[in-house]
Each structure stands twice: as C-alpha cells, then as structure tokens.
T-cell receptor, first 114, second 113 residues
Framework: KQEVTQIPAALSVPEGENLVLNCSFT??????LQWFRQDPGKGLTSLLL???SQREQTSGRLNASLDKSSGRSTLYIAASQPGDSATYLCAVRGILDSNYQLIWGAGTKLIIKP | NAGVTQTPKFQVLKTGQSMTLQCAQDMNHNSMYWYRQDPGMGLRLIYYSASEGTTDKGEVPNGYNVSRLNKREFSLRLESAAPSQTSVYFC????????????FGPGTRLLVL
C-alpha cells in the first residue's frame, strides 16, 4: 500500500531564505505527484504537478523535483516571503491504486518570519 | 467566482445525532469528492462521484453516506455521529475522474462530543 511521508512536520525560517520541503513515497509506480498549499481556514490549492516521466516543474519561485527510483520529491522555494507561510502537502496518484485516488502526506507547516 | 462552496463552516454535534454536509460547485465539473483531514494525517478520501448519478466508496467510507443530487451538488451525511468523526471535511471537484487538478472548498470543521 502506498504511503506518503513529509518531514519535517513544521519548519520556521527567516524571510529571504531559500528552502526545501521533502516528500517521500513507498511505491515508485505512480502516475504523478502534486504539491498543494493549504492556508488556515481555507481549502487546498494546487501548486505544481509532475508527471511520472518528468524530473521537475517550475512556477515562479517554486521548483518541484521528482526522483521516482528513490521515492522522493522536493519543493524548492526561492527567496521566501511571509506570504509563503502555509501548510504544504504532497499527494501521489499511484498506478496500482484503484480509481485514480490520491494518496496524501500529512503536510509541512511552513512559517516565514519577517 | 465561487468555485466550490461548503456549508456549514463549523458544526458541533452530540454523539448519535445526524447531519448533512453540503457541497456545490459552479465549474460544470463532472467529478466530486469528499475528504476528511485529521491532525498529523494526510487527507483521506471518504466517497467520490465520478459523474452525475454515480457514487463510489473511497478509503474510509464507514459511517457516511453520500448523495449526488445533481451535477452541481454532492452531499455527505452522517447518520449517527461518533467522536471518531471529529475532523475537517473537504469537498473537491474536477473536470472528470481522470483529471489531475482538483479544486477544493474551504472545509467544514466538525466536532462530535
């Protein structure tokens, strides 16, 4: 059964730093992996989606990488800002999981200190 | 530009009470989903509806029922609430079941005493 882990559970860094969030998964047979952002009291917003054939995706200051063989993905945030403070979740869509279900990590709560 | 809306935002129930969580989307999406989110855990799929008129169980369906009322609306019912159902519930929608991007509502925070 696919399991997705995000470490650390929480991270606090000063504004302006570059940072990396980690996501690991146990089964490399995946269609894709997505990174989401969740703000308090709000729903989730999709940030980046990496197909299994891709190595990375970029959107503005965000860069997500995927290494299927090692079961890892990273979300790189450049020049962090207080507005980046949120919980970041990753989710994988496994080939062996039925009905296109997403398997989710528990998230990393990111705090950017001004 | 409403997207996905959920009601209520917050609810307190006593054990054994019933309630229905409402979800509606205005994006003409075919597929809709109900998730629960518990502290320290990822989202877990409760039920989903691939298209109007169909519903299927997800990972944690026990204790819940759903109704796809029409293309826009997908409700989640707790017939006899239990403290273990204390959670934040999210509704989501996508163009169809194969589409990667799901759009989420703001969530319903449910406390069962």
């Amino acid at each position: 059964k696919q399991e997705v882990t995000q470490i650390p559970a929480a991270l606090s860094v000063p504004e302006g730093e570059n940072l990396v969030l980690n996501c690991s998964f146990t089964d490399s047979a995946i269609y894709n992996l997505q990174w989401f952002r969740q703000d308090p009291g709000k729903g989730l917003t999709s940030l980046l989606l990496i197909q299994s054939s891709q190595r990375e995706q970029t959107s503005g200051r965000l860069n997500a990488s995927l290494d299927k063989s090692s079961g890892r993905s990273t979300l790189y945030i450049a020049a962090s800002q207080p507005g980046d403070s949120a919980t970041y979740l990753c989710a994988v869509r496994g080939i062996l999981d039925s009905n296109y279900q997403l398997i989710w990590g528990a998230g990393t709560k990111l705090i950017i200190k001004p | 530009n409403a997207g996905v809306t959920q009601t209520p935002k917050f609810q307190v129930l006593k054990t054994g009470q019933s309630m229905t969580l409402q979800c509606a989307q205005d994006m003409n999406h075919n597929s809709m989903y109900w998730y629960r989110q518990d502290p320290g855990m990822g989202l877990r799929l409760i039920y989903y509806s691939a298209s109007e008129g169909t519903t299927d169980k997800g990972e944690v369906p026990n204790g819940y029922n759903v109704s796809r009322l029409n293309k826009r609306e997908f409700s989640l019912r707790l017939e006899s609430a239990a403290p273990s159902q204390t959670s934040v519930y999210f509704c989501a929608s996508s163009e169809d079941i194969t589409q990667e991007t799901q759009y989420f509502g703001p969530g319903t925070r449910l406390l069962v005493l």
